[in-house]
């Protein structure tokens, strides 16, 4: 994988997140970008059956120089795959329909993930993303260094406890790691006959909660992040099998070509039915455990009592939007306010789809920065 710490480059990227920015920065960077009209992600596929997508059109190449892979496996792939731009660089909207079109995702669950992530991640002004860690970015438009770009902001939806990369605190937190995924092995012979199901997932999950807690000082395990990891593990049962098998178990070696080589099996259908999170609730039951963090230390966890946690659907996004979000953007103004406004249209329709499986139709929409007619 492309190393992109340290990187030095003198123009603010395209994918470059604008999320954290003083206002002295804005005011540089946003008259070097070039604003791009925001594209509405597409709706739910009429076809949800089982189809070969790692076909003719699709094949695996390996990275070129250029190219950005980040902590999530299944972008990753897509990328690989050319379902996504092989350079890891897209639009939301772009995203939303190669995750549907080659893992048969769920509508509302990735229009919520993806717009969440690009509110966190992305230039929502050149409505780019970049799929890859963060970039260490020096130039005449910035007033000081910057860190820009990319699928690895904190505790968001790249966090701590993952399954196959390193907690923040002790460093490369978006690579493969390969002691890691021999824990995942192990777990997947112990706890699955060999293969990594949802049964699996919940010890491996709680497994992974409490080294975090025994080694991470600052290990944080609230919401929006207390959400991600526990649907993180149900992906690979989710995505990563073909879709012609109704077993629901994941051979490790197929396992080990999406998390480390980015690549589908041979002849890989995607599932025969359109998925989300489903699982989530029984891995979570496994080993419950309320959001929380360590306060002062290692094993010291104290549970935070205003994370939202999975009974409060509704208290997840209104903290996504008035604390995460409202605090990476305090002030906006011009542009860069009605892109804000645009896409957190598009992210709470991601959370009250009717039916939908990551929020509830009866969250009310905050606004922020006032609503659309109000600019």
Known sequence: MLALFGH???????????????????????????????????????????????DDAHPWKPLAPADIRGPCPGLNTLASHGWLPRN????????????????????DVAIFIVYGAHLVDGNILTDRLSIGGK??????????PAI??????HAVFEGDSSMTRNDFFFGNNHDFNETLFDQLVDFSNRF???????????ELRWKRIQDSIATNPNFSFVSPRYFTAYAESTLPVNFFIDGRQTD?????????GFFQNSSMPDGFFRPNESRGIQGIGLIAAAHPIEPGSNVGGVNNYVVDPTSANFSTPCLLYENFVNKT???????????????LNKNLDFFFSGVNAPGGQVGNSSCTQVFPYGKGEDL
């Open 192 to 202: 699955g006959a060999g293969k990594y199901n949802y049964t699996v997932a919940g």
């Open 8 to 54: 030095t480059v003198t123009a603010f990227p395209a994918y470059g997140s604008l999320a954290g920015l003083s206002r002295e920065q804005l005011d540089r960077i946003i008259p070097t970008l070039e604003v791009r009209q925001i594209t509405a992600p597409s709706g739910p596929l009429q076809d949800t059956s089982a189809k070969l997508v790692n």
């Open 248 to 256: 629901r178990q994941l051979d490790l070696t197929v396992a080990r």
């Open 88 to 107: 890891g660089i897209a639009s939301p909207a772009q995203i939303v329909t190669a995750v549907q079109e080659g893992f048969n995702m769920a509508n």
């Open 135 to 144: 970039t260490a970015l020096t130039g005449p438009e910035l007033p000081a």
């Open 148 to 153: 820009v770009g990319g699928l690895n902001t």
């Open 325 to 339: 979000i409202k605090g990476l953007y305090p002030n906006p103004t011009g542009d860069l306010r009605m892109a």
